[in-house]
């Protein structure tokens, strides 16, 4: 039955039912009320105010949309937001330390790794749990490929990407240009994770 007047629900009537959420994104606690089956995806953009998140194919296959969901990275865009219920989130707009930049985005300006910024925000999110479950030591190139696996990027070659990985693995772009690693030459693209 549905909520309305006793009636039966239908396929229809199930997808205009509106239910309330709470959730925490970037450390701070969301209440939104939400066609039930809205994705996770259009459900930060548009009634969080959360740009940073992009959809770039829509299918889970590009992973532009990746955010972390309890410390596990997943494409938004498959995720209806009533899964995220009572989740802690983390977006690309919750990497950044106060007004700054991270080490891994400030890696990632620095060595050249941002382009276009579509598929930045979800690249920067895959990097970010990759130096999480590998916090103390340096990841190699193969397992950062690995773990970037599920992000594309139309722009670039992937090697400035794998490099500002592992670059703020090692202590942020500082440790990098010290290890020979060539920084780009202009800082102009800092705010492409933040379009």
């Not at 994104?25 to 992009?54: F, H, I, Q, S």
Request: one cysteine or more; glycine letters at 12%.
């Amino acid at each position: 039955m549905s909520a309305r007047r006793g009636e039966p629900a239908t396929p229809g009537s199930r997808a205009r039912a509106r239910v309330t959420l709470t959730f925490t994104v970037n450390g701070r606690r969301r209440r939104v009320t939400v066609p039930a089956m809205k994705r996770l995806l259009d459900v930060l953009r548009e009634d969080c105010a959360l740009p940073g998140t992009k959809e770039g194919c829509g299918e889970g296959e590009c992973g532009a949309c990746t955010v972390m969901i309890e410390g596990r990275a997943v494409n938004s865009c498959l995720v209806p937001a009533v899964q995220a219920d009572g989740a802690t989130i983390l977006t690309v707009e919750g990497l950044a330390r106060g007004r700054g930049l991270s080490a891994l985005q400030e890696a990632f300006v620095t060595m050249g790794a941002a382009q276009c910024g579509i598929c930045t925000p979800g690249i920067l999110l895959s990097a970010h749990e990759l130096l999480r479950r590998t916090r103390g030591r340096v990841p190699g190139d193969a397992e950062v490929r690995e773990a970037l696996a599920g992000n594309l990027c139309r722009c670039t070659g992937y090697q400035k990407i794998v490099d500002a990985v592992r670059a703020a693995a090692r202590g942020g772009a500082r440790g990098a240009a010290r290890d020979g690693a060539r920084p780009a030459r202009s800082t102009r693209r800092a705010t492409a994770s933040r379009r």
